[in-house]
């Protein structure tokens, strides 16, 4: 599998250093990418990073709008402004600012959740409520997926 899949819980030591799970690093090295891009989630209390993949994602949202108008301008502030990127050191750690940290919530413990092209990363108890209402959700979001939308002109 090329993307990040799976959920991995991991602690944090005392100078702010968490490991990549090794099937993250992993794939960020088949990308190509050296280290992780982060920052913090739009829409949700927590962290998206990735690599290559994400950057070339968040430069295709970006296309879509005039370049400087105030719609790029607030895409490209909240994805580049915010972000960093993180060396992965050679035992396979990043060290998450305290700034990241803070935005998600995140104290010791953080869970590393694949999403495909990227992955994110959460403080467990704010995870394990999304994961809820995920959940929750799934049936409504899955009931549409499989049908195919009705050619132009053809009611649905």
Avoid: H
């Amino acid at each position: 599998m090329d993307g990040f899949v799976a959920t991995f819980t991991n602690r944090l030591d005392q100078k702010g250093r968490v490991s990549v799970p090794a099937p993250f690093r992993a794939a960020l090295t088949r990308e190509g990418f050296d280290g992780v891009y982060c920052y913090p989630a739009l829409d949700q209390p927590a962290i998206d990073a990735g690599g290559s993949r994400l950057r070339n994602a968040i430069d295709e949202r970006l296309s879509v709008f005039e370049t400087f108008s105030e719609e790029y301008e607030i895409l490209s502030t909240a994805f580049y402004g915010a972000s960093r990127v993180l060396k992965i050191d050679k035992d396979g750690r990043i060290t998450l600012p305290d700034d990241l940290r803070e935005e998600a919530g995140i104290t010791d413990t953080l869970v590393f959740v694949g999403q495909g092209f990227k992955f994110q990363i959460w403080e467990p108890s704010r995870f394990a409520a999304r994961k809820t209402d995920a959940r929750a959700r799934l049936k409504e979001v899955t009931r549409g997926l499989g049908r195919r939308s009705a050619p132009a002109g053809e009611a649905s």
